[in-house]
């Protein structure tokens, strides 16, 4: 079976225990080559155990994050030069309502979930 390249946002919530009622949400575009839709869902599942690991044993004791979801994950056409699991793109979003936000990602990882299964 030959490998494609998938694209994925991976989305985490940042808590700042200095500002609790600021909604942060880092979204992060990356890019993984897998076999199939199923492999590379898990392992963007991998990947953003990796980064909570990496942010939450930082210094700054202030901000924690969490795994929000995978906003999107979606086949695309070989990349030139480019490097599985390399960072695209990424934004911190700051919303005013985050449990609907919340409540809105966790509906899209969902059904992106149920499409995995559907298509396995």
Not at 8 to 20: A, G, M, Q, V
Request: glycine residues 2%; aromatic residues 8%.
């Amino acid at each position: 079976m030959q490998q494609c390249w998938f694209l994925t946002e991976l989305i985490y919530r940042i808590h700042d225990k200095n500002c609790p009622t600021v909604h942060q949400f880092d979204k992060q575009m990356r890019l993984i080559k897998a076999d199939s839709a199923r492999e590379a869902y898990q392992a963007a599942l991998v990947m953003a155990s990796h980064e909570l690991d990496k942010r939450n044993t930082a210094d700054n004791q202030e901000l924690t994050w969490e795994f929000a979801g995978i906003g999107i994950l979606q086949t695309i056409d070989k990349p030139e030069e480019s490097v599985d699991n390399m960072e695209l793109h990424y934004t911190i979003d700051t919303a005013g309502a985050a449990r609907e936000y919340m409540h809105s990602l966790r509906t899209r990882h969902a059904s992106l979930q149920m499409q995995i299964a559907l298509t396995a």
